[in-house]
Nanobody
Framework: QVQLVESGGGLVQAGGSLRLACAASRSILTINAMGWYRQGPGSQRELVATITSRGTTNYADSVKGRFTISRDNAKNTVDLQMNSLKPEDSAVYYC?????????????WGQGTQVTVSS
């Protein structure tokens, strides 16, 4: 199992920056991929960015060039640096971990952290 704890959300003005952090309960080297998803009011949860155990990254088109996902293997954390924030970035952001064990793929989620961008 993996427990994930997010931090770093808050209220920021449009054009500002926030950095989200996700701490995992075990070595992220044993986790196949980690990522950030978000869910706005009345919307489905959507992918924001992912990073594999090899460091390969993937971003939603809407955040490319503004958000950066990174990992710190020593601290077992995955961060999301968000720059040039827009009101439409407002959502609850969730950390995700994907683990494949004994041929079974398992998804783990954090509790979420609120990001609000004011115009």
């Amino acid at each position: 199992q993996v427990q994930l704890v997010e931090s770093g959300g808050g209220l920021v003005q449009a054009g500002g920056s926030l950095r989200l952090a996700c701490a995992a309960s075990r070595s992220i080297l044993t986790i196949n991929a980690m990522g950030w998803y978000r869910q706005g009011p009345g919307s489905q949860r959507e992918l924001v960015a992912t990073i594999t155990s090899r460091g390969t990254t993937n971003y939603a088109d809407s955040v490319k060039g503004r958000f950066t996902i990174s990992r710190d293997n020593a601290k077992n954390t995955v961060d999301l640096q968000m720059n040039s924030l827009k009101p439409e970035d407002s959502a609850v952001y969730y950390c995700n971990a994907v683990v494949v064990e004994l041929g079974t793929l398992r998804n783990y989620w954090g509790q979420g952290t609120q990001v609000t961008v004011s115009s």
